[in-house]
């Protein structure tokens, strides 16, 4: 599985992005997906997740109500729409899929996300 993102790049707070994750390969194969970041100095954090149909979904508390995630399995293709952005949102963020069993985790290259204030 190979995953791609798109559509990072720097934007003033209060503004919009939508993320594009397309992966490639043994596509099959996924089961859930989700979008995680990581800030200069910290950790990777979880921001959303979404099951296999995309009818369950998680969000990470800062950012609900802010973020929507989804997915459109014909064109298999995950997004997340983010709005009203905030500084701290500023992070390079990258696309997850875990596959059924046994589970295994691919990742993406990531891209960057900046807030200005």
């Known amino acids: 599985v190979q995953l791609v993102e798109s559509g990072g790049g720097l934007v003033q707070a209060g503004g919009s992005l939508r993320l594009s994750c397309a992966a490639s390969?043994?596509?099959?194969?996924?089961?859930?997906m989700g979008w995680y970041r990581q800030a200069p100095g910290k950790q990777r954090e979880l921001v959303a997740a979404?099951?296999?149909?995309?009818?369950?979904?998680n969000y990470a508390d800062s950012v609900k109500g802010r973020f929507t995630i989804s997915r459109d399995n014909a064109k298999n293709t995950m997004y997340l729409q983010m709005n009203s952005l905030k500084p701290e949102d500023t992070a390079v963020y990258y696309c997850?899929?875990?596959?059924?069993?046994?589970?295994?985790?691919?990742w993406g290259q990531g891209t960057q996300v900046t807030v200005s204030s």
């Open positions: 997850n899929a875990k596959t059924w069993a046994p589970g295994y985790n691919y």
């Open positions: 390969g043994s596509t099959f194969s996924i089961n859930a």
């Open positions: 979404i099951s296999s149909g995309g009818g369950s979904t």
